[in-house]
């Protein structure tokens, strides 16, 4: 039943592309649906020694200053670090890093 004026969002979160088109053509024109592919959870066991240290101090909030100085190194090593960080784990930000391993 339809209500007038009411808005509904649906959202399918699916890594099955086939599964993603044969939903798309299955709705209404005027159904916005977003369907986004699962990212896969990240295979945190392949991360060096450092670079769970890292971010375990990242997930902290911690700055490349605060990690350097607990860690014996310098901002830029860390600099470094988190960047092979965010290679190893497809991100490119602090955040992104939180929101892939389930930290606010």
């Known amino acids: 039943?339809?209500?007038?004026?009411a808005v509904f969002r649906i959202t399918i979160e699916t890594d099955d592309p086939?599964?993603?088109a044969a939903i798309r053509a299955r709705l209404p024109e005027a159904a916005k649906v977003g369907l986004r592919r699962l990212r896969r959870a990240p295979d945190l066991d392949r991360l060096t020694a450092r670079q769970r240290e890292v971010l375990d101090l990242l997930l902290e909030r911690r700055s490349?200053?605060?990690i350097g100085r607990l860690l014996g190194l310098s901002p830029?090593?860390?600099r470094n670090h988190v960047s092979d960080l965010f290679a190893a784990l497809?991100?490119?930000s602090r955040e992104a890093v939180r929101a892939l391993v389930g930290k606010p």
């Open 76 to 78: 830029f090593t860390v």
């Open 90 to 92: 497809g991100v490119s």
């Open 18 to 20: 086939a599964l993603a």
């Open 1 to 5: 039943m339809a209500v007038a004026g």
């Open 64 to 66: 490349n200053k605060e």
